[in-house]
Nanobody, 120 residues
Framework: QVQLVESGGGLVQAGGSLRLSCAAS????????MGWYRQAPGKQRELVAA???????NYADSVKGRFTISRDNAKKTVYLEMNSLKPEDTAVYYC??????????????WGQGTQVTVSS
C-alpha cells in the first residue's frame, strides 16, 4: 500500500516560515515528479511547486522567491520551505507524487493534506 505522509503544517504569523515534508512509503519502484498543491476555502486546488526526478523545478508565480521545493530521492521525500508567508497562503497543502509501485503502472498519489494558516 503506497502512502504519502505529510507533516509540518500549522499556524504562523505573517512574515514567518514553515517547512512541510512529505514521505512516500510502501513498495515503490520509482518516484517521478513530486510536488505540492494547495486549496483555500472556496477556491480550486492549485499547483504550488513541483520537482521532477531529474531536478527540474516549477513554481507558481505567487510563491516564487518565497518558497523552495527540494527532494531527497533516497528517502523518497519532498520538502517545501515556505518563507515570508502571507495570509493569502492560508490553505490546505497537499503532497502529490507520480510514482510507480512494484508490479504496477505509474499513477498519481495524494497525501491527506496539512493545514497552513497565516495570521495577519
Amino acid at each position: 500500500q503506497v502512502q504519502l505522509v505529510e507533516s509540518g503544517g500549522g499556524l504562523v504569523q505573517a512574515g514567518g516560515s514553515l517547512r512541510l515534508s512529505c514521505a512516500a512509503s510502501g513498495s515503490i519502484f520509482r518516484v517521478n515528479t513530486m510536488g505540492w498543491y494547495r486549496q483555500a476555502p472556496g477556491k480550486q486546488r492549485e499547483l504550488v511547486a513541483a520537482v521532477t526526478s531529474g531536478g527540474r523545478i516549477n513554481y507558481a508565480d505567487s510563491v516564487k522567491g518565497r518558497f523552495t521545493i527540494s527532494r531527497d530521492n533516497a528517502k523518497k521525500t519532498v520538502y517545501l520551505e515556505m518563507n515570508s508567508l502571507k495570509p493569502e497562503d492560508t490553505a490546505v497543502y497537499y503532497c502529490n507524487a507520480d510514482l510507480q509501485p512494484y508490479g504496477s503502472l505509474a499513477n498519481e498519489y495524494w497525501g491527506q493534506g496539512t493545514q497552513v494558516t497565516v495570521s495577519s
